[in-house]
């Protein structure tokens, strides 16, 4: 499935957990209620660096990583054999 389809609901997802996370921090007094929306527009930011970083990285190196560990995996499954 393509991850341009994922965007939109991890976004909302994200923004939910960090809405959340925020009533949180202001009902234990660590932060004030003034700041859940700078909070929130933080930890958005933080999470478009995160997606950006998997899109070009992340995953390529885990694609990358999965071939390797199918390579061993095939290599082990031929010293068992004989």
């Known amino acids: 499935m ?3 389809a994922f965007k ?3 976004a909302g997802i994200a923004r939910h957990a960090l809405t959340t ?5 202001v009902s234990d007094g660590v932060i004030q209620s003034s ?3 700078g909070f929130v527009g933080a930890g958005m930011v933080l999470a478009g660096i995160a997606w950006s970083w ?3 990285k992340g995953q390529a ?3 990358a990583d999965l071939q390797r560990l ?5 290599v082990a ?4 054999k004989k």
Do not use: H, M, Y
């Not at 996370?21 to 921090?25: A, E, N, R, T, W």
């Not at 499954?77 to 068992?80: A, E, F, N, R």
């Open 8 to 10: 939109p609901i991890l």
């Open 54 to 56: 998997w899109q070009k």
């Open 61 to 63: 190196q885990t694609v």
């Open 77 to 80: 499954k031929q010293d068992v």
């Open 35 to 37: 700041d859940v929306a």
């Open 70 to 74: 199918r390579g061993l995996v095939a």
């Open 2 to 4: 393509d991850s341009e």
């Open 21 to 25: 996370l925020g009533g949180i921090l």
